[in-house]
């Protein structure tokens, strides 16, 4: 009976309803490959995939008719924040507010709080470091003491705090935070896809998968980090203590006048700002090797080094060759259908490309910051090696392109053998 009923379930579900709607083909999308090598690829029932550069205008520019897909609000907690929000004038009255959060004035006062925690990194990093090999050696297994990519998560989690709620999460004192950040952004990310069945499974993959179920937790646990630090924030707000974050430019303008956004919704901002404000720069950390600083100097200085050509083009070229940010930005095809370029594209569809546009990220300037003066301090101060020769770090690829733990390159390397 148990097998009737669910094969009376399964049938239909699975195999019977994507059947006809492949073969009715409603909004026209079988003409549109899943391998080619043309400019527009079917990656999904739904989901079209577009390489043409002509038209990023149509799906990411400002004067675009498509809006951003279900991904971000089937993802959204209780409150919308400036990336997942849909709603246009809603995004543009946010956007407006954060903007001043977010501004480059803010960033140059801000630049003290960087510095500190590079140099906490260092004070990290320096009775951990081996003195400096040769050239061409390879390093002995004891003395691999430093796990360059979990310290950078742990770096930029510190840095975006601090910079946020001046708050300092003790994380370059434990070395440690305790795996949050590899959670949220795995979890939600790997399951969304199919965007009508996503809150079904999420509940089945907590009943059947323990691994999931640890994930969902990690996930929740998140929301209780970012949720606890913003109610210890407005505490201190309440009690009166003035402080220079972006948490007081949530709260009033520059001249004091209340911002008046409902609690909720700074919560969510505030969630948005450590978890894409963290994992993204801390991927991008991982490159560029130069030397332009005082022997004295522990901490360089951003007026020093911003302008540097050949940093700067450092990190970009690694911001181009490793994009912390892998996935096609889903954007979604009005009800009437979209024009893009020439091929009109059915409503309710989701297209994406490579693409920068009107909703461009409003943290870059603080990614810029924090990049330039660790890099520059740290190419300054140590010298660096590779585990070995033929090092090749496994990555994990969700919406970012995160790296794996060191256990994961291990089991890579044992596979590989
Ligand atoms: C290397 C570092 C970074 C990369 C590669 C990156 C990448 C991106 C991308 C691709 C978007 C567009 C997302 C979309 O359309 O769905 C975006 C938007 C955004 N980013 Fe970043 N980001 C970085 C650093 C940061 C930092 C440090 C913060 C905050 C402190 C931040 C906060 C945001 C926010 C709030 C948005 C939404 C903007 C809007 O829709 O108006 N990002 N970022």
Known sequence: MYAISLAAFVLP???????????????????????????????????????????????????????????????????????????????????????????????????????????????????????????????????????????????????????GLSEDLGLLDEGSDQDCHVATARVSYQLVWVYDRFKTLKRVSQLISPNYQRMWKLDGDWGGIVYNRATTRLKRYMAGEELDDFFTAMMEDKNGAPQNLEWGEIVAEINIMMNAGHDTTAISLRNNLTKSLNEDEVVASYGKIKHLPYLRACIDESLRMLPPVIFGLPRRTPLEGALILDDFIAGDISVSMSATGARDCIGRSISYLEQTVLIASLVHHYEFALPSADWDPAVRETTNLSWSDATEDMEKDDRMR
């Open 13 to 163: 579900y699975f195999i019977a309803t994507p059947l006809i709607t492949y073969y009715y083909d409603a909004k026209g999308l079988r003409k549109y490959p899943n391998f080619t090598f043309f400019s527009v690829l079917r990656i999904g029932p739904n989901a079209l995939s577009i390489s043409d550069l002509r038209d990023i205008k149509d799906i990411y520019g400002h004067g675009t008719t498509c809006i951003k897909d279900r991904f971000y609000s089937e993802t959204a907690g209780t409150h919308a924040h400036l990336a997942d929000v849909v709603d246009k004038s809603d995004h543009a009255r946010k956007r407006k507010v954060l903007s001043s959060a977010y501004a480059l004035k803010n960033l140059e006062e801000w630049e003290f709080k960087v510095a500190d925690v590079t140099g906490k990194l260092i004070k990290a990093f320096d009775p951990r470091c081996t003195g400096s090999l040769s050239p061409g050696t390879i390093p002995e297994t004891k003395d691999l003491t430093v796990d360059y990519r979990n310290w950078t998560v742990l770096f930029a989690a510190t840095a975006i705090a601090n910079i």
